[in-house]
């Protein structure tokens, strides 16, 4: 794959046009990817493991052709696995994963994906709004369009957000009331950031080895990897599905426009006194398969009605929790992979990738952005 450009998450025309903000952006994607790829190499220079099978499209891609689409997208649940059912005895811990949140307090959801519930004086749900926009692309717009913040949080969240609201002294506060304890304007767990999953991505086109044999196995080899979280849906399932197109000799990289999406939700089994309401999910930002933001509320005349979220149940279940909408949202990533299979690395041991790039092996693009690395899946 080649660009000539990086376009925000979801192809969400955010910039208006501005060509400044495009070329802003592109650079500032470039530079994550650049980092990356400069971990990597060194890593692999050290360790005699090869060359880097993953590529900036921006300044180094490859016209060659690639795999078909579909065979790069990689998906997982949206629900938080670390709070998941265990087995009999064991439910899934819905309440756990949703606390009452209080203001500058990040979210427990890690897979991506993170919710806020609105409930009425009453404590029955209103609505609940899932968001999987990263953290860095709100930064990225706090610093460089911060009036095309506000209206995002005046828009999706409240009109009455103000500047004051979320620059306090100046500076974008992303764990602002009104994306912490009033909504979810965008993600707020430290590792939900696109910086994490270039890195990830990057980081799994590493092949890996324990006393001479190969991994080849999604939980052994993140374990060994150290990319992520073995806890989670998402990065063991990236790695594995990177690093079976790695271990294929294939170069890799990720589809522009880079992001987490919301791929689709299942609303089979959601009822309304006896009807079906799994129609009730709308995505509002973005759409199927690069959904960005999506509430589920009941139609006016059904509010009108005196009905609530609360109302709606699940295969006979009462919906008690945001969670378990969560449960049938499906997220993706979409990694782009060459046909051709000409690369012959050699697996190397375990241990993480440093995230801080030594000079004499740093790429010579690479941007200052490696304190966003630190920051990625751990």
């Given at each position: 794959?080649?660009?000539?450009?990086?376009?925000?998450?979801?192809?969400?025309?955010?910039?208006?046009?501005?060509?400044?903000?495009?070329?802003?952006?592109?650079?500032?994607m470039s530079g994550m990817f650049e980092d990356s790829v400069a971990?990597?190499?060194?890593?692999?220079?050290?360790?005699?493991?090869?060359?880097?099978?993953?590529?900036?499209?921006?300044?180094?891609?490859?016209?060659?052709?690639?795999?078909?689409?579909?065979?790069?997208?990689i998906p997982w649940n949206g629900f938080p696995k670390r709070f998941?059912?265990?087995?009999?005895?064991?439910?899934?811990?819905?309440?756990?994963?949703?606390?009452?949140?209080?203001?500058?307090?990040?979210?427990?959801?890690?897979?991506?994906?993170?919710?806020?519930?609105?409930?009425?004086?009453?404590?029955?749900?209103?609505?609940?709004?899932?968001?999987?926009?990263?953290?860095?692309?709100?930064?990225?717009?706090?610093?460089?369009?911060?009036?095309?913040?506000?209206?995002?949080?005046?828009?999706?969240?409240?009109?009455?957000?103000?500047?004051?609201?979320?620059?306090?002294?100046?500076?974008?506060?992303?764990?602002?009331?009104?994306?912490?304890?009033?909504?979810?304007?965008?993600?707020?767990?430290?590792?939900?950031?696109?910086?994490?999953?270039?890195?990830?991505?990057?980081?799994?086109?590493?092949?890996?080895?324990?006393?001479?044999?190969?991994?080849?196995?999604?939980?052994?080899?993140?374990?060994?990897?150290?990319?992520g979280d073995d806890k989670r849906n998402s990065d063991p399932n990236?790695?594995?599905?990177?690093?079976?197109?790695?271990?294929?000799?294939?170069?890799?990289?990720?589809?522009?426009?880079?992001?987490?999406?919301?791929?689709?939700?299942?609303?089979?089994?959601?009822?309304?006194?006896?009807?079906?309401?799994?129609?009730?999910?709308?995505?509002?930002?973005?759409?199927?398969?690069?959904?960005?933001?999506?509430?589920?509320?009941?139609?006016?005349?059904?509010?009108?009605?005196?009905?609530?979220?609360?109302?709606?149940?699940?295969?006979?279940?009462?919906?008690?929790?945001?969670?378990?909408?969560?449960?049938?949202?499906?997220?993706?990533?979409?990694?782009?992979?060459?046909?051709?299979?000409?690369?012959?690395?050699?697996?190397?041991?375990?241990?993480?990738?440093?995230?801080?790039?030594?000079?004499?092996?740093?790429?010579?693009?690479?941007?200052?952005?490696?304190?966003?690395?630190?920051?990625?899946?751990?």
């Open positions: 794959m080649q660009v000539d450009h990086f376009d925000p998450p979801g192809n969400i025309d955010d910039f208006g046009g501005d060509a400044n903000l495009k070329n802003l952006w592109t650079r500032e971990l990597v190499t060194q890593f692999l220079h050290i360790h005699n493991g090869g060359i880097c099978q993953f590529y900036n499209p921006f300044t180094h891609g490859r016209t060659a052709p690639d795999l078909a689409p579909s065979l790069g997208d998941a059912s265990t087995g009999p005895g064991h439910p899934t811990r819905f309440a756990d994963a949703e606390p009452s949140r209080v203001t500058g307090q990040a979210r427990l959801q890690d897979e991506y994906l993170e919710w806020h519930v609105n409930r009425n004086a009453a404590g029955k749900i209103v609505s609940i709004h899932f968001t999987c926009e990263a953290w860095d692309y709100f930064d990225f717009l706090a610093e460089h369009a911060p009036t095309k913040i506000l209206q995002l949080y005046q828009t999706f969240i409240n009109p009455a957000v103000t500047r004051a609201d979320l620059f306090p002294g100046g500076s974008y506060n992303r764990l602002n009331k009104w994306n912490t304890a009033l909504g979810a304007m965008h993600l707020t767990h430290s590792a939900n950031n696109l910086g994490a999953e270039v890195f990830l991505a990057a980081s799994a086109t590493v092949r890996r080895q324990n006393q001479g044999v190969e991994l080849t196995h999604s939980i052994p080899l993140i374990q060994c990897a150290g990319y990236i790695g594995i599905a990177v690093n079976n197109l790695a271990r294929q000799g294939r170069m890799i990289t990720l589809a522009n426009p880079v992001g987490l999406y919301m791929s689709g939700f299942d609303g089979s089994g959601l009822t309304l006194n006896g009807q079906p309401a799994g129609g009730f999910f709308r995505v509002v930002r973005g759409s199927f398969p690069r959904a960005l933001r999506a509430v589920y509320e009941l139609p006016p005349a059904e509010g009108g009605a005196g009905h609530t979220v609360s109302d709606i149940t699940i295969g006979g279940q009462a919906l008690e929790f945001g969670g378990q909408l969560a449960e049938r949202i499906t997220m993706h990533l979409f990694g782009i992979a060459s046909v051709a299979q000409d690369v012959h690395n050699s697996p190397v041991g375990c241990g993480p990738i440093p995230t801080a790039v030594a000079p004499a092996h740093a790429a010579p693009a690479a941007v200052a952005h490696t304190t966003r690395l630190l920051q990625a899946r751990i």
